[in-house]
């Protein structure tokens, strides 16, 4: 079994930043890809950041050159640097990680979520 833990979330007035952090433990053996999404009442779960196991990373359009993902492979550990923080960037933020259990079981599991308000 998997588990994910977040943290980082909180108030901050636009055009801060904030930083996420979620950390794995469990039996977890690989991982593939390392990833946020967003979720604002009333609209779908968006990806905003993923980071695959070969290096290659992907964004939101609406959040290019803005935010940042990385990863610590030792730690399973997954962080998103937000910078230059927009009201639109208000939701709750949730980290996802699949890869592989030390039983050879795929696995795909979501972390608790955080809230991140952006308001002056």
């Known amino acids: 079994q998997v588990q994910l833990v977040e943290s980082g979330g909180g108030l901050v007035q636009p055009g801060g930043s904030l930083t996420l952090s979620c950390a794995g433990s469990g039996s977890i053996f690989s991982i593939y890809a390392m990833g946020w999404y967003r979720h604002e009442p009333g609209k779908q779960r968006e990806l905003v950041a993923i980071?695959?196991?070969?290096?290659?990373?992907n964004y939101a359009d609406s959040v290019k050159g803005r935010f940042t993902i990385s990863r610590d492979n030792v730690k399973n550990t997954v962080y998103l640097q937000m910078n230059s923080l927009k009201p639109e960037d208000t939701a709750v933020y949730y980290c996802?990680?699949?890869?592989?259990?030390?039983?050879?079981?795929?696995?795909?599991?979501w972390g608790q979520g955080t809230q991140v308000t952006v308001s002056s």
């Open positions: 996802n990680v699949r890869g592989i259990t030390i039983r050879g079981v795929d696995f795909g599991s």
């Open positions: 980071s695959t196991s070969g290096g290659n990373t």
